[in-house]
């Protein structure tokens, strides 16, 4: 094959452009060359591509550019020595930048290594977080209604065939309760409990909670009770002879507002300032004390009586009262 062609100068190009511009010169396809040469086709698209790390060892490519350059009737040595050049190149590239690599992750690592400095800006990132958090909290108090959720009856629909039921629910903590405009005591937690006495027949039930920012939120039961009068009888006298587990008081002031405190068995259940209008029901099952800075303003109505009791006379500044299950405390 070597008769029929001359040596020709190549250009400063790289080998695999070299190797592309001699082949098109002789007008020669890969699958030529391989078949004349022996060399399969996808090293020689390595070669030309410059893909030097997909080749076998240097030596077997020092044989193939041997082979190649003798076909084309070309200096051996000018490919090998380009082909060195190159791949040395190569190397040199692919160990830089391995460690550039190696560096960056070990700065990674590094930087977060704990400093008091960055324990510092943690802290001062988690504190004003919380106080975003705390502020966000209290707008949305004030912005919105407080939480009502009636647990007892499940149903806002309720047929039943007696004429008490027990109305429980949550709300928000702080936040008043009453049921059909009677105050009734609300938990720590906000949970609240109350029985109804039902009228034979349709009865609504409203049920309102006011937050510490006055936002109300409201619900309506439709409880339809189904007895007998007889029926009712026989629960009342069964009640009767029932010994009462506890008692409850509601605690009221008129005409001006008084501070008050409430402690139901040894736990103070309110304190605060009690405004006009306002009640505060405290249920226990030993004993109720009730403190007040206004005692002539301040009425005490006891397991629900008709009739209010002041709970001082006026003479004193302040005064307090103690309620047992069979009544005031004197």
């Known amino acids: 094959m070597k008769d029929g062609f001359t040596r020709k100068k190549v250009e400063s190009l790289t080998l695999g452009e070299k190797l592309k511009k ?4 002789f007008r020669m396809s890969l699958s030529e060359i391989s078949k004349a040469t022996r060399i399969q086709v996808k090293y020689l698209e390595y070669l030309e591509n410059g893909e030097y790390h997909k ?10 550019l041997r082979s190649y350059a003798h076909y084309l009737n070309i200096d051996e040595q000018a490919f090998i020595n380009l082909y060195e050049r190159e791949r040395h190149i190569q190397v040199n590239l692919n160990q830089e930048t391995e460690k550039k690599t190696f560096n960056v992750k070990n700065l990674s690592i590094s930087s977060f290594v704990i400093t008091p400095r960055s324990i510092v800006v943690v802290m001062i990132f988690l ?16 912005a919105g209604a407080p939480r009502l959720i009636i647990l007892s009856p499940a149903e806002r629909t309720t047929i039943i065939e007696t004429n008490e039921i027990i109305v429980q629910g949550k709300t928000d903590k702080g936040a008043r309760v009453s049921i059909n405009n009677q105050s009734v005591f609300v938990g720590s937690a906000g949970e609240f409990s109350d029985k109804l006495t039902l009228q034979s027949g349709l009865n609504t039930v409203t049920i309102v909670a006011i937050n510490r920012f006055d936002k109300e939120k409201s619900e309506t039961l439709s409880i339809e009770a189904h007895y007998t009068p ?20 509601d605690v009221s002031v008129h005409d001006s507002p008084a501070k008050v405190t409430i402690e139901a068995d040894g736990t ?6 009690l405004k006009v209008g306002e009640s505060q029901t405290a249920e226990a099952k030993d004993a109720i004390r009730i403190i ?22 006026g003479q004193t500044s302040k005064a307090g009262v103690v309620f047992l299950s069979t009544g005031r405390q004197e």
């Open 230 to 249: 007889e029926t009712a009888d026989a629960g009342r006298d069964g009640a009767k002879t029932k010994i009462a587990e506890t008692f409850h008081t």
């Open 268 to 273: 103070i259940v309110f304190s605060g300032i």
């Open 55 to 64: 080749l076998p060892a240097d030596v077997y490519v020092r044989g193939f």
């Open 127 to 142: 504190l004003v977080g919380g106080a975003f958090f705390y502020l966000f909290r209290e707008f949305q108090a004030f």
């Open 22 to 25: 001699l082949r098109g010169d």
């Open 292 to 313: 007040s800075e206004n005692p002539a303003k301040t009425f005490i109505r006891f397991n629900g009586a008709s009739e209010e009791l002041p709970l001082g006379d």
